[in-house]
């Protein structure tokens, strides 16, 4: 068994443990590009996806000594890799409880099998 793969065995087996503080939420980001033949004016197309991800909140610590800048009301989302059907992008949006959150930066763990983002409401 790879690394990843046992990685991705103890993510699965961590976000069950986590029972209802496991979120379902959804992943927004823009699929297309295109330019309006008549206005010329960029038209984006967005799809959705949904994810389970755990919220949190960052500590002092992380607020102050942040690069990028973490704000005070900025949130902690951890999304596991497996299952998702596209790569996380800074700029999309994560929607829990009809509040989006925008992408501000996202780290990923040595093995790739978690993703650690960082949301501006």
Excluded at 34 to 53: A, G, H, M, N, W
Excluded at 76 to 103: C, Q, Y
């Amino acid at each position: 068994m790879s690394l990843t793969a046992a990685f991705e065995m103890q993510i699965a087996s961590a976000f069950s443990a986590l029972g209802n503080l496991v979120k379902d939420a959804k992943y927004k980001y823009c699929s297309e590009l295109t330019r309006d033949p008549d206005t010329y004016e960029l038209v984006q197309t967005f799809k959705e996806i949904s994810i389970k991800c755990v919220e949190s909140s960052y500590n002092r610590h992380e607020v102050e000594n942040s690069e990028p800048e973490i704000m005070d009301t900025d949130k902690k989302f951890l999304i596991p890799r497996k299952g998702l059907s596209v790569e996380l992008i800074t700029g999309a949006e994560i929607i829990i409880d009809e509040i989006p959150h925008e992408i501000i930066d996202i780290k990923k763990d040595p093995t790739g099998s978690l993703y650690t983002i960082q949301g501006r409401a």
